[in-house]
């Protein structure tokens, strides 16, 4: 059940979120015309620098500061030590907004990478006094960003976030099968990610249309 476990926490990590709502947002919702209209190779760009800047970048920092012995281990399981990485992933998330902010892309791309940032840099903060679930945050806000997409756009995707529900018991169940969070530390972070990305997208709405 262990191996199980740390597989799943492995795979979807949650710095890989943002790259696999990319993915999602590109080549699993099919009916919409950003889905259509836009260009493969851009659809691969788009990915690959979602990935770089959410995954590589702050992958690379975690690796520097576990070196510099900042860190006790690559999985911050010390509570304590979370803050300050967290903080840095987070300035990666924010900065690839601003990278993206002007170009011609579907906004719901630009409002999830800024939404998922927002979510990091909340749990950086709240870990400062308590071990919020970082897994339970990134599966939470991919969550909140589908349902938003859903609503807003108008998109039909029942099977999508029904996967999305199921994926989100398996990983809250995978770490508290590694004990390394209590159900409401679970829970706590699969709220506030999916609460933070869905208000962030109800925002945007409101300025668009004001």
Known sequence: ????????????????????????????????????????????????????????LPLLNLLILYKLGYISSLKIEDRRERTFP???????????????Y?????????????GAGVCIALGAVISTRWQISAHAIGVGGLLGAMLAISYFVQVPMFMVLSAIILLSGIIGFSR??????????VYA??????????MLFFAAQIVTFV
């Open 1 to 56: 059940m262990k191996t199980f476990a740390n597989i799943i926490s492995y795979v979807f990590h949650p710095l890989l979120m943002a790259t696999y709502g990319c993915l999602l947002v590109f080549f699993g919702l099919t009916d919409t015309i950003y889905a259509v209209f836009t260009p493969l190779r851009v659809k691969l760009l788009i990915t690959a620098t979602v990935f770089a800047f959410t995954f590589l």
């Open 86 to 100: 967290m903080l840095m992933t987070a300035l990666c998330y924010i900065g690839l907004f601003y990278m993206i």
């Open 102 to 114: 002007d170009f011609n892309i579907w906004p719901a791309i630009k409002i999830f990478v800024l």
């Open 176 to 185: 508290l099968a590694l004990q390394a969070h209590t159900p409401s530390q």
């Open 189 to 198: 972070g699969f709220i506030m990610g999916c609460v933070v990305q869905f």
